[in-house]
């Protein structure tokens, strides 16, 4: 779960959706490297605590970020890349983003209208991602991001246990 400095939302629940922190908190948490990622958005600061994210991929459960491509790159580099595979997902158009923010009604126009100025910052990086999905249509792009994850489930069973049976059959 994330850690945020913004303000909660109507609907939003302490510990469920997010950890609202102050900003002086937040900052102490970065300087004390509690967190995986962190970045300043939007200006609002957000971050990954590390321990909870390090033991879920220990376990072998696959861990889902929704973050920008700072954070994406600070996970890139503080994670094994074997555990890392990352998804771009871009927007139709830019007319369709700005309608999608509006009609989510979660942020005020002038939070819109500043996202929107810096989506083209944020889509300059998508070639630094693995994939790159077009969200034009939601089920369509979430049964692709299912099959990009079942697939690189089994690269990574491939690099583990086909890697040790492969080396048992050999040894017979």
Not at 53 to 61: C, D, F, H, P
């Amino acid at each position: 779960m994330s850690t945020t400095t913004r303000a909660r939302r109507k609907n939003e629940v302490e510990g469920q959706d997010y950890n609202f922190v102050s900003t002086e908190k937040f900052q102490r948490m970065v300087k004390g490297g509690d967190f995986l990622e962190h970045a300043e958005v939007f200006g609002n600061f957000y971050g990954t605590p590390g321990e909870p994210v390090k033991t879920r991929l220990q376990q072998g459960t696959d861990v889902l970020f929704d973050i920008d491509w700072q954070g994406a790159r600070q996970i890139k580099a503080n994670v094994p890349p074997e555990q890392v595979i990352s998804i771009f997902i871009l927007p139709p158009t830019l007319a369709a983003l700005e309608e999608r923010l509006l009609h989510r009604a979660q942020d005020t126009t002038e939070t819109v209208k500043y996202r929107m100025s810096r989506a083209r910052e944020e889509i300059s990086h998508w070639s630094d991602y693995d994939y790159v999905l077009v969200n034009d249509d939601l089920d369509a792009c979430f049964q692709r991001l299912r099959a990009i994850i079942e697939a690189e489930r089994v690269k990574a069973e491939k690099d583990y246990s086909i890697k040790e049976l492969a080396e048992n059959l050999l040894a017979e």
